[in-house]
């Protein structure tokens, strides 16, 4: 069977990490990036060995640069079957317009709306839903970092109400331009933030408030989640329910920090120290007067990334089963 073509438009934090996911999978390839300027991101996909493509009027200006345009942006997306569109927030939503154009399959980031696409997407969650699709939005790292564990948890137990409180890096480690350098940020200050309602894109029956901070630091975000279940259940339980989630990693033996789950990314050997799924601090899941309380550190660079792998599977129908794909995935990840 031939492999399923993809194409990354914009090679940034997310879309760099897609084209290493996609690559190393057996039933996908990558037929080509798209970067609208010659910065180190590029010459790194060109060194990589990717196909670089740009917008038509960038073309010389990424030859002069070095790095030899295979085409337009326009080129690139006629040679795919699905496309998966990795651009700031706001840009994806003007592209669709190509995408449709030229008949191909096109997956967003959570920094567009739901309405773009019509189908938000979690793994775990909703998998079936997207089988098939034209268009799928890959909910954002924190909205999928929440579905990872609010979805288990009402399998098992349903969940009566979600309250959970974000505690949001302000800026990727790569990023000079955002802030807040010193201070606590309210964001948003009119409640509740967006993240509940985005978690309902994908789970609509679930009753959830959120909130949100930023803070000043780079590495991860942290979620203080508290949940009412309808049934009864004990820490040991949900304990054991997280531990096997294919997604969810319990963290002890000593960490207490979002700097030393990130040093563990690099010591076990992954691409770019990446931590692909929720990290839940074991000894903080509580059952306090039947309600349920725990931390999770999301790594906001990389989560999403599986999700985005599984997303093409489901789209192009190549694995009807969610749960035979996430496997998949995640052993060709090492995950």
Same mark, same amino acid.
């Given at each position: ?32 990036? #798209? ?16 196909? $670089? ?12 640069? /070095? ?9 690139? *997306? ?44 979690? #793994? ?39 309250? $959970? ?11 000079? =331009? ?52 309808? =049934? ?5 339980? $949900?304990?054991?329910?997280? #531990? ?24 076990? /050997? ?40 599984? #997303? *093409? ?23």
């Amino acid at each position: 069977m031939s492999k399923v073509k993809v194409a990354i438009n914009g090679y940034g934090t997310i879309g760099k990490r897609v084209a290493d996911a996609v690559t190393v999978q057996d039933d996908m390839e990558i037929i080509g990036i #798209a970067k609208t300027r010659p910065n180190y991101e590029a010459f790194v996909a060109h060194d990589k060995g990717y196909d $670089v493509y740009t917008l038509a009027d960038k073309v010389d200006a990424m030859n002069k640069a /070095g790095i030899p345009a295979e085409g337009t942006v326009d080129d690139m *997306i006629a040679k795919a079957d699905v496309v998966v569109d990795c651009t700031p927030g706001g840009i994806g939503e003007k592209n669709k317009a190509l995408y449709e154009k030229a008949g191909v399959k096109a997956i967003w980031q959570g920094g567009e709306d739901h309405e773009l696409a019509g189908c938000s997407f979690n #793994a775990e969650a909703n998998y079936t839903e997207a089988l098939g699709k034209d268009f799928v939005r890959v909910v954002s790292c924190n909205t999928t970092g929440l579905c990872r564990v609010i979805y288990p948890l009402d399998q098992e137990y349903g969940v009566k109400k979600v309250r $959970v409180t974000l505690m949001r890096r302000s800026a990727d480690p790569n990023d000079v =331009k955002n802030g807040p350098i010193n201070a606590i940020v309210p964001n948003p200050i009119k409640l509740p933030s967006h993240h509940g309602p985005d978690v309902k894109s994908v789970l609509p029956h679930i009753n959830i408030a959120s909130t949100a901070v930023k803070l000043p630091t780079t590495l991860m975000h942290l979620h203080t989640l508290n949940i009412e279940m309808e =049934k009864e259940c004990t820490a040991d339980d $949900v304990k054991a329910l997280f #531990a096997k989630q294919p997604r969810v990693r319990m963290i002890g033996q000593g960490i207490g920090s979002t700097a030393e789950i990130m040093e563990l990314g690099k010591d076990l /050997g992954r691409p770019r120290g990446d931590m692909w799924e929720n990290c839940v601090w074991e000894d903080s899941v509580t059952m306090y007067e039947g309600e349920l309380y725990f931390f999770q550190a999301i790594h906001q660079e990389s989560d999403v990334i599986p999700e985005n792998v599984d #997303a *093409i599977r489901s789209m192009m129908e190549l694995e009807a089963d969610g749960a035979k794909s996430i496997a998949k995935t995640n052993k060709a990840m090492g995950l």
